[in-house]
T-cell receptor, first 113, second 112 residues
Framework: EAQVTQNPRYLITVTGKKLTVTCSQN?????MSWYRQDPGLGLRQIYY???????DKGDVPEGYKVSRKEKRNFPLILESPSPNQTSLYFC????????????FGQGTRLTVV | GQSLEQPSEVTAVEGAIVQINCTYQ??????LSWYQQHDGGAPTFLSY????GLEETGRFSSFLSRSDSYGYLLLQELQMKDSASYFC?????????????FGTGTQLKVEL
């Protein structure tokens, strides 16, 4: 089954404690991205990757890091989480960065206290 | 950068037709997509328009006018299960970058 898998689904952590949210897709997609969703603000792109070892900033990259060492995986790293990073996070992938549909993971609800 | 505007809420009755508008400002415009999201769930793809005109997929249609920087999603024969948030999203490709920017979403409530 074609899917994008994120882990964990829920996470409560403390300020400053490094964490990684994993994202994996099994569709051999080139384009992967991370979004955060906050009430009234829609989905905002954090980082995206057009292929292995190719990443670029989205609209809200501050406080986040990503890597793309393998085509299927695109982890999101918060080196020093802060309460303003409390949000619902989605990973997405698409065949290319062009006109193809994006497939979303089920989301990670992160709370930073 | 990119900016998109869509209404925050729309209410309609079951069986009716509803149109959700989206206006955008962007450089490097490549196409306009629509996504549906039920409460807390993952967004799912509905449609994509790169060229002017209407694209029809079952009860849903999407329209784009590139000259007006405007598009809409048309939902026909509304069902209760259509109650969800709908997002327009602009694909923009500039200077080697390739971003997908979403609007803030329109919450559709379908009533009996």
């Amino acid at each position: 089954e074609a899917q994008v898998t994120q882990n964990p689904r829920y996470l409560i952590t403390v300020t400053g404690k490094k964490l990684t949210v994993t994202c994996s897709q099994n569709m051999n997609h080139e384009y992967m991205s991370w979004y955060r969703q906050d009430p009234g603000l829609g989905l905002r792109q954090i980082y995206y990757s057009m292929n292995v070892e190719v990443t670029d900033k989205g609209d809200v990259p501050e406080g986040y890091k990503v890597s793309r060492k393998e085509k299927r995986n695109f982890p999101l790293i918060l080196e020093s989480p802060s309460p303003n990073q409390t949000s619902l996070y989605f990973c997405a992938s698409s065949l290319t960065g062009g006109d193809t549909e994006a497939f979303f993971g089920q989301g990670t609800r992160l709370t930073v206290v | 950068g990119q900016s998109l505007e869509q209404p925050s809420e729309v209410t309609a009755v079951e069986g009716a037709i509803v149109q959700i508008n989206c206006t955008y400002q962007t450089s490097g415009f490549y196409g306009l997509s629509w996504y549906q999201q039920h409460d807390g769930g993952a967004p799912t793809f509905l449609s994509y328009n790169a060229l002017d005109g209407l694209e029809e997929t079952g009860r849903f249609s999407s329209f784009l006018s590139r000259s007006d920087s405007y598009g809409y999603l048309l939902l026909q024969e509304l069902q209760m299960k259509d109650s969800a948030s709908y997002f327009c999203a602009v694909r923009a490709i500039t200077g080697g970058g390739n971003k997908l920017t979403f609007g803030t979403g329109t919450q559709l409530k379908v009533e009996l």
